[in-house]
Nanobody
Framework: EVQLVESGGGLVQAGGSLRLSCTAS????????IGWFRQAPGKEREGVSC???????????YYADSLKGRFTISSDNAKNTMFLQMNRLKPEDTAVYYC???????????????????????WGQGTQVTVSS
């Protein structure tokens, strides 16, 4: 059974940093694309970043254009844990952040970076990030 557990959310002032973790069980990281998504109140869930999500290449990364340069995704495959380092946070980054998994074959077939939440079938429970101004 695939399980994903996020942690590391919290309250931070604008300009600060947070590091989110996503610990997975029930599958091997190399066999899955792992993504970070977020959902703010009243808004649709949007893609933030993903890893092993471009043409099935292990360790390949992709970021939403608006977040490049502030967020960094990484993974410790030995610990089946993925991280999202978030720097220079802004109030508009406030949202529930989720990690999710999709079989790497989807990354191969998708025809582009796999950052569409509809392509991911396994989700964590989310962690709240609140950035105060």
């Amino acid at each position: 059974e695939v399980q994903l557990v996020e942690s590391g959310g919290g309250l931070v002032q604008a300009g600060g940093s947070l590091r989110l973790s996503c610990t997975a069980s029930g599958f091997t990281f190399d066999d899955y694309a792992i993504g970070w998504f977020r959902q703010a109140p009243g808004k649709e869930r949007e893609g933030v970043s993903c890893i092993t999500c471009k043409d099935g290449i292990p360790g390949s990364t992709y970021y939403a254009d608006s977040l490049k340069g502030r967020f960094t995704i990484s993974s410790d495959n030995a610990k089946n844990t993925m991280f999202l380092q978030m720097n220079r946070l802004k109030p508009e980054d406030t949202a529930v952040y989720y990690c999710a998994a999709a079989r790497v074959s989807k990354s191969v077939l998708y025809g582009g970076p796999l950052l569409d939440p509809h392509e991911y079938g396994d989700w964590g429970q989310g962690t709240q990030v609140t950035v105060s101004s």
